[in-house]
């Protein structure tokens, strides 16, 4: 190990402020997310497959090389956003996007971009960002929105289930036939999704501080229900399934 002996200039980039090489033939407009193509690492604005590394600060345009021209981005602090459906109730949500100026609190279909910092007024909210916050449901890869009651099977095992239709009923199946990892959450805002999960007839839920009983549905109490309240399942024993995880107030049938 050799300490320095003469000075060291270094390439330092402005605090919260980074570049990235462009994609070709692009504009990345200021205010928009900007997004990583994992397969060659440029930038260009958002889109759901890539990663986000933070808001343009300006108008920035690629000539016909990739790799060449920069973009410059706000890389973490907060910005006021639409997002749709936000509410009242949804400080410290996570905030998603579909591209570089859709953003969402579902999940489903979109790129983690931040926490709900103040809820400003319908469906607009302050929203903080920064690479490298963790997305809450990044051990979920694969999503699905319900809109209705959903039967599940064992091919649905690892994935999140995102529920926004009030009284939706998700059935399990028999626990021999091996669904497992799944999560189960509410995906409506305050007091206003119902979310059931019913095991078989012959299974049991089994939960901290519920009893396990054959045939007796697990149920989200809807006046208390706050978006992304949740139930991971995991494949349990003859008896039936077993809640790993239980985020709201869920109750036995």
Known sequence: MTTLSVNKP???????LGQYAMVASDTIYEGAAVGLVDATGHARPLTSADRFVGFATGPFTSGSTAGVDLVQVQRRGA???PVTG????????????ADDDTYSLSPVGGVFVGFVRRWVSAALAVVEFDPAFADPWGAWPIREAVAEA??????DSGKLFWITADAGVITLPAIADGLGGCAIACGGSYGTVLVTVSPAAADMILAADLAGVDN????LTKATARRGDHVVLMHG?????IATRLAGTWVKE
Do not use: M
């Not at 959903?150 to 091919?155: E, F, H, N, Y």
């Not at 007796?216 to 149920?219: A, F, G, S």
């Not at 024993?237 to 399934?241: H, L, M, T």
């Open 79 to 81: 910005v006021q956003l």
């Open 10 to 16: 270094r390439p330092f980039e402005g605090g919260d």
């Open 86 to 97: 936000a509410a009242i109730t949804d400080v410290g949500c996570p905030v998603y996007a």
């Open 237 to 241: 024993d003859a008896d039936g399934y």
């Open 150 to 155: 959903k039967t599940l099977d064992a091919q």
């Open 216 to 219: 007796k549905d697990l149920i």
